[in-house]
């Protein structure tokens, strides 16, 4: 069966320091990709995606993603966090079903320390 | 893009009720979806609901707790029946529409949060 997999379910880091999300997906077939924020009692928000185009992703908020086909991943990284990214972050994956579908990550939150 | 709203945001329910929660969207969309969020866990389809249409429900969830309308291209409501404590979660709704980078995305309310006691 399809997988998200995030490695960590929390992440801390720094103000001004290197913020780096892993994801790493199964799927037989290159999906669509895609990294969600989710704020205190909100919804989710789209940071960026992937859809088959450029592998090196650039998304809202200063972050981006690199798809690597070879290592099945996604990974999400900002290169300085401020202390207005603390929040809940998933990966998610178009289905092979149905690609208006998505499987969701369980999740990392994210963590910033003054 | 999509705007979507939710109603009620967040509710306290007794077990044995039900309850009806309602997602508006700002312009006309083929497809919607509502979702489960568990306390601290990530996100689980429950079903897809189109216009027209029976809504396709995922593996492990039902139409008799889960009822779903789709009476219109803007609106859509969950219906959360015979509730217990286990069906206290985040419900959230989300549609299929184009992005403003290009490309279809899926685009989330802010969420209904549900308290069975």
């Known amino acids: 069966a399809q997988s998200v997999t995030q490695l960590g379910s929390h992440v801390s880091v720094s103000e001004g320091a290197l913020v780096l999300l892993r994801c790493n997906y199964s799927s037989s077939v290159p999906p669509y990709l895609f990294w969600y924020v989710q704020y205190p009692n909100q919804g989710l928000q789209l940071l960026l995606k992937?859809?088959?185009?450029?592998?090196l992703v650039k998304g809202i908020n200063g972050f981006e993603a690199e798809f690597k086909k070879s290592e099945t991943s996604f990974h999400l990284t900002k290169p300085s966090a401020h202390m207005s990214d603390a929040a809940e972050y998933f990966c998610a994956v178009t289905r092979m079903d149905s690609s208006y579908k998505l499987i969701f990550g369980s999740g990392t939150r994210l963590l910033v320390r003054p | 893009s999509a705007v979507i709203s939710q109603k009620p945001s967040r509710d306290i329910c007794q077990r044995g009720t039900s309850l009806t929660i309602q997602c508006q969207v700002d312009?006309?969309?083929?497809?919607m979806f509502w979702y489960r969020q568990q306390p601290g866990q990530s996100l689980t389809l429950i079903a897809t609901?189109?216009?027209?249409?029976?809504?396709?429900?995922e593996s492990g969830f039902v139409i008799d707790k889960f009822p779903i309308s789709r009476p219109n291209l803007t609106f859509s409501t969950l219906t959360v029946s015979n509730m217990s404590p286990e069906d206290s979660s985040i419900y959230l709704c989300?549609?299929?529409?184009?992005?403003?980078?290009?490309?279809?995305?899926?685009?989330f309310g802010p969420g209904t949060r549900l308290t069975v006691l």
């Open positions: 992937y859809t088959s185009a450029a592998t």
């Open positions: 989300s549609v299929e529409d184009w992005g403003l980078a290009g490309g279809h995305e899926q685009f």
């Open positions: 609901a189109n216009q027209g249409s029976e809504a396709t429900y």
């Open positions: 312009s006309q969309v083929t497809m």
